[in-house]
């Protein structure tokens, strides 16, 4: 238990009055009256609060949270005391979600009920333990107040990657290619691809015929088709310490995974096989490309729990590691970062044995307050400096982009905001130039 503001000020009235009896020894016996009835109303009031006050309170949340979302949470409280009690509860949060507010004040009568909700917006992915509800209640005389503190069922929550955008995601993906005049059709799933030229026989439908290999040949010729078969596409995604930059408050880590989750997501709505890896120092996490239902929920539970490792990346295993996991060619999309031409000269080998067997697409980051530095006027030797800085780190960018063009990778250099509705529409579009 507590003494209150009400009790402190009440004590502080009482001493005034003792001081002020040294003057006046009138007020003396009128402020031992005071103590004493201060003191009696406390110990009475201690006895209530203890004896009567009866409270019950229960969490309710979303079974999964989203990274850079808005949550909702509520706490329901209930009062079982008899008479009219004054309440602040506090909800202890993860000790990681501490910069928010879960706390507020409210009276209730017997056997009232109020719900409180407050929103929680996690900046990090992972598992986080809440702790318990903590009331602190006082009784109409407000001189004590009591603490109480109330476990709850649910205690662990799962902060997952942004899964409430997916939709959205695709939808701006589609319609901007759409506003940028892309006149092909994605081909329509069943649809059936060329596979060989073979002689007619009878049964063959006539529309099936080859007419220019029949005249070349002098003889009837039919063209043969096989069903268009799903595409494996496999994004990997790099865990080393490039990847700890911060932008919008998340690192390029989340950002990356928040991609990868919205191009999976497609892929697999357009009947294609998605699939996931992680690595850093070695190959961490792999999710194999699949159609399975659950598949999206595979790829959530593989990536909610990544984290930056700060330690190099090797990217020595993964040819070796796709040849085990892909046994067709398919579209690779890797999300990494490069900080200088050189750092993706060192790796250029490994993606030349990549892009030989596979469509490689690497993603990787635009820094809009370097660009922004690269355009102002400088006005001092400072800002003259910074400006060179950041037109040199553009032009290795660019650099990094004609590099890996010219050895057969496809690249996108794209702003976190960007990132996941630029990686969407980027595989649309070679889906529609037939690249995959």
């Known amino acids: 238990m507590y003494l209150t503001p009400r009790f402190f000020a009440l004590l502080a009235i009482t001493a005034l009055l003792a001081a002020v009896a040294y003057w006046l020894p009138a007020l003396y016996p009128a402020a031992i009256i005071v103590l004493i009835a201060l003191v009696a109303l406390t110990i009475a009031d201690a006895i209530t609060a203890f004896a009567a006050i009866r409270v019950k309170a229960r969490r309710t949340m979303p079974q999964l949270f989203c990274i ?6 509520s706490i ?8 009219k009690v004054h309440l602040r509860i506090q909800d202890e949060l993860p000790p990681e979600m501490c910069y928010h507010d879960a706390q507020y004040d409210t009276s209730l009568s017997s056997r009232e009920t109020a719900t409180y909700n407050y929103t929680l917006e996690p900046k990090e992915r992972g598992k986080f333990s809440y702790g318990d509800i ?21 205690a662990h929550i799962e902060v997952y990657p942004n899964f409430k955008r997916l939709e959205h995601v695709e939808l701006a993906a589609i319609s901007t290619t759409q506003h940028e005049g892309e006149k092909r059709q994605l081909r329509p799933i069943g649809q059936t691809d060329f596979e060989h030229i073979r002689d007619y026989v009878p049964g063959d439908e006539y529309r099936h015929i080859n007419w220019k290999a029949t005249a070349r040949t002098g003889r009837l010729e ?16 790099d865990k080393g310490r ?11 880590l989340d ?29 961490d996490t792999t999710v194999p490309p699949s159609q399975k239902k659950n598949q999206i929920k595979l790829i959530l539970r593989s990536l909610y729990d990544q984290q930056v490792t700060y330690s190099e990346s090797d990217f020595s295993p993964l040819p070796t590691h796709l040849d085990k996991a892909l046994h067709s060619r398919s579209l690779v999309v890797l999300f990494t970062d490069f900080n200088t031409l050189n750092q993706m000269r060192r790796q250029l080998p490994y993606f030349r044995m990549i892009a030989r067997k596979h469509c490689l697409l690497i993603v990787f980051f635009r820094d809009k307050e370097v660009e922004a530095l690269a355009d102002i006027t400088p006005s001092n030797d400072k800002e003259y400096k910074q400006q060179a800085i950041a037109e040199n780190f553009i032009l290795q960018q660019q650099t990094i982009a004609a ?8 690249s996108l250099h794209t702003t976190v905001k960007d990132m996941p509705a630029n990686t969407v529409r980027t595989y649309l579009t070679m889906k529609q130039q037939g690249v995959i």
Request: aromatic share 6%.
């Open 76 to 83: 329901e409280v209930e009062s079982e005391a008899r008479i």
């Open 222 to 237: 039919v063209n043969t088709y096989q069903e268009q078969r799903a595409q494996n596409v496999m994004c990997i995604i």
């Open 68 to 73: 850079g979302s808005k949550n909702k949470v």
């Open 134 to 154: 903590i009331v602190f209640a006082r009784t109409p005389l407000q001189l004590i107040e009591r603490k109480i503190r109330i476990a709850t069922d649910r």
């Open 403 to 410: 590099e890996l063009r010219q050895n057969g990778i496809y």
């Open 255 to 283: 950002h990356a995974i928040n991609s990868t989750l919205a191009l999976s997501y497609c892929v697999l709505k357009h009947h294609d096989m998605a699939g996931t890896m992680t690595f850093d120092a070695k190959i």
């Open 242 to 252: 490039t990847m700890q930059r911060t932008f919008n408050n998340m690192a390029l």
